[in-house]
């Protein structure tokens, strides 16, 4: 994981790249919040750029969980995931690389009726032993993971 953020931070030129933070949030009964994006229609985890008032990568991830789904989670300060990959996003219009740190996070209690934004098209709870199709890449693998590191 760490050699994938390391390649991306040593990498000459990266001015166009760009730093995304997302989050799989488990609740307590162990269903998992899955969002299904607009432009990709694939489930996966609520995510998001970076912004300049972040204060770390999971900070930023708890914002995105906010803005996207009205959720307050509390978010495991180490992250389970790195990758990258190049895509179009909402402020480009040519593929462009993206580092995504992937966070865990767990919400205790009856969780407040779902609020998808408009980046997502649907916003649901999942048994993670019945997930929707299509998931994006590695996304039933690390739901598995996220739920071991919120029980430790």
Not at 8 to 15: C, E, K, Q, T, Y
Not at 23 to 35: C, F, K, P, S
Not at 61 to 79: I, K, M, N, W, Y
Not at 97 to 113: M, S
């Amino acid at each position: 994981m760490w050699a994938t953020a390391l390649a991306f931070l040593n990498a000459g030129d990266r001015d166009d790249a760009h730093l995304v933070a997302s989050v799989l949030v488990v609740e307590a009964d162990g269903r998992v919040l899955l969002a299904r994006h607009r432009r990709y229609g694939q489930w996966g985890p609520v995510g998001g750029h970076v912004e300049s008032g972040d204060a770390s990568l999971s900070d930023a991830a708890a914002r995105e969980l906010t803005e996207e789904s009205a959720l307050v989670a509390r978010v495991h300060p180490a992250p389970i995931d790195v990758h990258l990959s190049t895509y179009r996003c909402r402020t480009t219009t040519e593929p462009v690389l993206h580092l995504d740190v992937l966070f865990a996070a767990i919400v205790a209690g009856p969780t407040p009726d779902l609020v998808a934004n408009e980046e997502l098209a649907d916003l649901e709870w999942f048994d993670p032993n019945v997930l929707p199709f299509p998931l994006t890449p590695d996304a039933a693998e690390l739901i598995t993971f996220a739920a071991a590191t919120l029980q430790r």
